[in-house]
């Protein structure tokens, strides 16, 4: 079994921070038109995990008079290949777009839709044949024009990290950094095993945990996964946190060569908001929702 190498994708998260931005869409003719050529200029690379472009829709929380709130969240990634700064020193990123749509207002999170950019990038050094330690982070910019103004948000992740390759396992361990959040330290741990002919463990503590089963030769898969993350909010007045945690099913089929089409279907087990307002913090349970999410993966190189 081949086991995938860390990447800033796993690491830092891909949460949508809410905030009062930019009330442009995304249309799906130019998004379809995207997508095709970064599969003629991918298709030549070699291959670790990444997604390419992501779409999620379902229920994430209830409204004070208990409607039902449903996102639809689009995500577009290009991967910039690998550049080999020394002999065992690369330098990797990737360039994102964001666009989410509510179809009701958040109270205390604005009207929608959200747009959003994102850079990510990590530099890795191997130290020898079974450690390798990188250096990631993630700039995400939003433009926030309720009174029309140019003032932008800016969202920071850093991760520290080093990987430890095993005879059939690969262990993760580091820290991560992310702003605006009241615990922007976290401490991560991670493996990548076989369990058996054919099952797999994938994890990342405490953002994800993914259990595999192949079901087939070209390695089209089913599991189960749980996921947690905190979505971080700021303006001039309100300091939010959204905290959710997920378990569901998932599948992935290969689509062609490297390219696999990943299928999730989820259920919210904690979901809350913590707030901040005028010295105040208040925390409150929000009713649980279902969210499905279909995502365009692909292997970009590794060096």
């Not at 580091?174 to 002919?197: C, D, K, N, Q």
């Not at 959710?244 to 979901?271: I, K």
């Amino acid at each position: 079994m081949n086991q995938k190498k860390t990447s800033s994708d796993d690491l830092l998260q891909d949460d949508f921070p809410y905030c009062q931005v930019n009330q442009t869409g995304f249309p799906l003719k130019r998004s379809l038109v995207f997508i095709a050529a970064l599969i003629l200029i991918c298709s030549p690379l070699q291959a670790q995990d990444f997604s390419l472009f992501s779409y999620r829709t379902g229920e994430i929380m209830k409204t004070e008079d208990d409607e039902s709130v449903r996102i639809q969240e689009t995500q577009i990634r290009l991967p910039i290949p690998a550049i080999k700064l020394a002999t065992s020193t690369s330098i990797q990123g990737a360039i994102g777009y964001h666009h989410a749509d509510f179809d009701d207002k958040l109270s205390l999170l604005s009207d929608s839709p959200i747009d959003a950019f994102r850079v990510d990038i990590q530099l890795k050094h191997q130290l020898n044949d079974d450690w390798d330690v990188s250096l990631a982070a993630s700039e995400r910019i939003n433009r926030n024009t309720e009174t029309n103004s140019d003032k932008r948000e800016v969202f920071s992740q850093i991760a520290l990290f080093g990987e430890k390759q095993g005879s059939i396992s690969r262990w993760v361990f580091g820290v991560v950094f992310r702003t605006h959040l009241s615990a922007p330290i976290v401490p991560i741990v991670g493996i990548t095993r076989p369990l058996s002919e054919k099952w797999a463990l994938d994890a990342l503590l405490p953002g994800r945990l993914h259990i595999w089963r192949t079901i087939k030769e070209d390695q089209s898969r089913i599991g189960f996964h749980t996921m947690y993350q905190t979505q971080p909010f700021v303006n001039n007045l309100v300091y939010l946190e959204h905290r959710t945690m997920r378990v569901g099913v998932t599948g992935e089929a290969r689509v062609y060569s490297n390219l696999f089409l990943r299928v999730d279907a989820s259920h919210t087990l904690l979901n809350t908001l913590d707030l901040e307002f005028a010295n105040d913090e208040i925390t409150q349970d929000i009713d649980n929702g279902v969210l499905f999410d279909v995502a365009l993966r692909y292997r970009i190189p590794s060096k």
